[in-house]
């Protein structure tokens, strides 16, 4: 494997599930992000990870639960989730998150469909 | 307020009809502005970063320049298999202070 891979690649879940997204990064980054891609709405920063520790959580509702174990692994574990936060959610890596000169390689994102 | 807008929302061109693509940003201390393109069903494909004004970066038929208010993306002869959406970000202060703009759906007809 390669670059950034996500899994599943589609997801449709129920209002009471409780489901996790997983992410791989094979580039040796030590930064990690998870992204939501609204239909024509701009990409949504939501949890940011450096060196397995979170250093941004953007006011993202706490029905979504971020995983870091180690620097090439990243989980976002969902539980109670409404239809309105159906979309693309894209993780993303990056040599160190400190600086904005740091280029972002994305994964495939996972469709994720709730009922 | 922080933002970051493109235009136009979507473009359709004949093969080898150049045109560019705005990006126009409002941030303070702006430390990069980044282009991304993004297939259907993709995630979003690194194609450029720009750190000053004045800065140009070249890619086959794609050229990325950036002023101090705005950058763009001039696309030279292009080819059906360009068609994609373009994105730009806009990164300053920290990594975790990156705004996207909601991107460019460019069409190529052959």
């Known amino acids: 494997e390669t670059g950034v891979t996500q899994t599943p690649r589609h997801l449709v879940m129920g209002m009471t599930n409780k489901k996790s997204l997983k992410c791989e990064q094979h580039?040796?980054?030590?930064?990690m992000y998870w992204y939501k891609q609204s239909a024509k709405k701009p990409l949504e920063l939501m949890f940011v990870?450096?060196?397995?520790?979170?250093?941004e959580n953007n006011s993202v509702p706490s029905r979504f639960s971020p995983e870091c174990p180690n620097s090439s692994h990243l989980f976002l574990h969902l539980h109670t989730l409404q239809p309105e936060d159906s979309a693309l959610y894209l993780c993303?890596?990056?040599?160190?998150?400190?600086?904005?000169?740091?280029?972002?390689?994305f994964g495939p994102g996972t469709r994720l469909t709730v009922l | 307020e922080d933002q970051v807008t493109q235009s136009p929302e979507a473009l359709r061109l004949q093969e080898g009809e150049s045109s560019s693509l705005n990006c126009s940003y409002t941030?303070?201390?702006?430390?990069?502005l980044f282009w991304y393109r993004q297939d259907p069903g993709k995630g979003p494909e690194f194609l450029f970063t720009?750190?000053?004004a004045g800065e140009e970066k070249e890619k086959e038929r794609l050229k990325a320049t950036l002023t101090k208010k705005e950058s763009f993306l001039h696309i030279t002869a292009p080819k059906p298999e360009d068609s994609a959406t373009y994105l730009c970000?806009?990164?300053?202060?920290?990594?975790?202070?990156?705004?996207f703009g909601s991107g460019t759906r460019l069409s190529i007809r052959p």
């Open positions: 941030v303070s201390g702006l430390r990069g």
């Open positions: 993303a890596s990056s040599q160190d998150g400190t600086g904005t000169l740091d280029t972002q390689y």
């Open positions: 970000a806009a990164g300053y202060s920290s990594a975790s202070k990156i705004i």
């Open positions: 720009l750190y000053s």
């Open positions: 990870y450096s060196l397995e520790e979170r250093v």
């Open positions: 580039l040796g980054h030590n930064a």
